[in-house]
């Protein structure tokens, strides 16, 4: 990543440190380590229950692990405050929004639901944040209405409401087409030059990988096998990557 991405940068660093997690007697992830660095876009890809999203989720607080840590700006996520310190926001694979809610109420509810601005001020910012992903004027329109890429786009919005220091992305592109994969990927990439977050994506699109990624880490049977440039992992000779360079083996 240059340097002027970093200066740029009003996101945070993420630091994974000999991270360990067991279900039911197997060990999913084996002492994971890796660093994303603040305004980073860094792209996690691997084989389907290699633990990708496993990760994703102590990253963002839902798991805890058997052994290691995660820093946020240097500090455990386990200390006292810092996870209420740090904003961070998840976008889900199926966009998760609420098909009894206007997309408009989606993209506002954490604000009107811990009563943070008054409504012309959440009607405001809504709007602001969805003409950011190139919807504005969809406010009144129910998520039903809404195409594949669109809602993906909705979410990206509602996570832009509480002014993120770290996006984490499961399966941005997932049961999308080519072209809306495409939208998605360069609003992920637009994001990143626009605001410097940091952007933590997890994919087995290797079309949106090696598109937008700074860097990229390449996950197999819970260990990290390889972390670098997208054009570092391509001349990687590991066989699970040239497998997947090859499209004989995909990372799902």
């Known amino acids: 990543m240059n340097n002027a ?16 997690r067991s279900f039911g007697g197997q060990e999913v992830l084996k002492g994971i380590d890796l660093e994303v ?3 980073e876009i860094f792209v996690l890809m691997g084989p389907s229950g290699s633990g990708k999203s496993v990760l994703l989720k102590h990253v963002i607080g839902l798991e805890t692990p058997d052994a290691g840590e995660i820093l946020i700006n240097g500090e ?6 810092v ?23 989606n993209v506002g509810l954490y604000l009107s639901e811990h009563n943070l601005n008054t409504p012309e001020e ?27 890429g669109m809602k993906k786009r909705v979410a990206i919005a509602r996570a832009l409401v509480i002014e993120p220091q770290l996006i984490l992305y499961d399966e941005p592109t997932s049961e999308l087409d080519p072209v809306s994969a495409v939208v998605i990927g360069r609003e992920i990439r637009d994001l990143n030059r626009r605001i410097g977050v940091t952007s933590l994506v997890v994919s087995h699109d ?9 860097r990229i880490a390449v996950i197999n049977e819970g260990n990290i096998i390889a972390i670098g440039a997208p054009d570092e992992i391509k001349r990687s000779h590991h066989p699970v990557i040239q497998n997947f360079l090859n499209a004989d083996f995909n990372l799902e």
């Open 206 to 214: 290797r079309d949106l990988a090696f598109g937008i990624a700074h």
């Open 76 to 81: 455990s996520i386990l200390a006292d405050g």
């Open 83 to 105: 996870m209420d310190k740090h904003r961070m926001a998840l976008v889900f694979q199926s966009g998760a929004l609420l098909n009894s809610l206007t997309v408009g109420e």
């Open 5 to 20: 991405t970093q200066q740029n940068s009003k996101g945070v660093s993420v630091q994974v440190r000999g991270l360990r």
């Open 122 to 148: 959440i009607a405001r910012i809504v709007s602001e944040k969805l003409e950011v992903v190139g919807l504005k004027g969809t406010e009144d329109k129910s998520p039903g209405d809404l195409s594949g």
């Open 37 to 39: 660095r603040p305004g």
